[in-house]
């Protein structure tokens, strides 16, 4: 398979020869490391002292969970499909992508609320626990980054459909890519290893 | 990389069949989890996880594409975390932790 960024031409460049919004979005989830892996770190620091949290952890729904990685996982595929439909000019295509994206999101969300709905009715609550502290504070995090992409997909997706910035889609999909990423260890860290 | 256009021409691996990987490596998480020797499974499901996040900024984020300056500034995010990691190691496990 063979792709090419047919809209990068029309970008403007920083002195490093890549795209400026390319990069910026980079340097967005270069931060976005810090944010979300020194919430990872200190978990797993404290975790070392704090054995008893794996009692906590138990009461986690790891078939959602599990269900949740398939969704986001999917989601990656459809967005870079969609990056790709955009770089041979089928726009229409990658409409129908950026929709199942975003739809695929939505699903993600619902299955958290699940989630959220059943631990609360069952007690565990955010200060039941440091164990649930973090939990709530990672996982909501990482929803509101959900959310904000979902919005973010929707948006561009309107600007390609106008024919406009259609570059941007790329920008998307790497932010979409780099939540997907955070599930992928936020999964194991609170699911299967605690 | 096109001198003309800066676009990056490459030829890549079937997105599909990566995400066949990423599910493989999923359920493959899912039972080892089910292990009786925790330290092992836990050890074991990290490294599937760093597979899988590596595939995804490889071939799915096209980081594999992009100019050696891209890859420095993903590396600048994991300096400065690795720089909070080892500033918060003292406190959190020798002094809170006792």
Same mark, same amino acid.
């Given at each position: 398979?063979? $792709? ?15 795209? $400026? ?6 340097? /967005? ?6 944010? /979300? ?8 620091? /404290? ?10 952890? @138990?009461? $986690?729904?790891? &078939? ?13 595929? $459809? =967005? ?9 000019? =089928?726009?229409?295509?990658?409409? @129908? ?63 390609? @459909?106008? &024919? ?20 992928? /260890? ?9 | ?41 836990? *050890?074991?499901? #990290? ?6 996040? #590596? ?22 995010? #994991?300096?400065?975390?690795? *720089?909070? #990691? ?13």
């Amino acid at each position: 398979m063979t $792709t090419a960024s047919a809209t990068a031409a029309t970008e403007p460049k920083a002195a490093t020869g890549v795209p $400026t919004g390319r990069l910026a979005i980079w340097w /967005f989830l270069a931060s976005e490391i810090v944010i /979300f892996g020194g919430l990872i770190v200190t978990y797993v620091l /404290f975790h070392l002292r704090h054995p008893e949290w794996s009692e906590d952890a @138990r009461h $986690t729904i790891s &078939g959602a969970g599990a269900a949740n990685t398939v969704v986001l996982l999917t989601s990656s595929l $459809t =967005m870079v499909l969609a990056h790709a439909a955009v770089a041979r000019g =089928m726009l229409e295509r990658a409409g @129908r992508y950026l929709s199942l994206t975003a739809s695929l999101g939505g699903i993600f969300m619902v299955v958290k609320a699940f989630e959220y709905i059943h631990e609360l009715t069952d007690g565990y609550t955010p200060v039941k626990s440091l164990f649930w502290s973090f939990y709530y504070a990672r996982t909501g995090l990482h929803a509101l980054h959900v959310l904000g992409g979902i919005v973010a997909i929707n948006v561009i997706g309107g600007m390609m @459909r106008a &024919g406009k910035n259609v570059h941007r889609v790329e920008y998307v999909g790497i932010y979409w890519h780099f939540v997907d990423i955070v599930w992928i /260890f936020l999964f194991p860290l609170l699911y299967l290893t605690s | 990389m096109d001198p003309k256009s800066g676009a990056n021409s490459h030829r890549h691996p079937s997105y599909i069949a990566i995400w066949v990987v990423l599910i493989v490596a999923l359920f493959a998480s899912v039972g080892l989890a089910l292990l009786h020797q925790r330290r092992l499974a836990a *050890i074991l499901i #990290f490294v599937l996880a760093t597979i899988k996040a #590596f595939l995804v900024i490889a071939y799915y984020m096209h980081l594999k594409w992009e100019p050696r300056f891209v890859a420095l500034v993903v590396a600048a995010g #994991f300096l400065a975390l690795a *720089i909070l #990691f080892f500033g918060l190691m003292p406190d959190i496990v020798h002094v809170y932790g006792r």
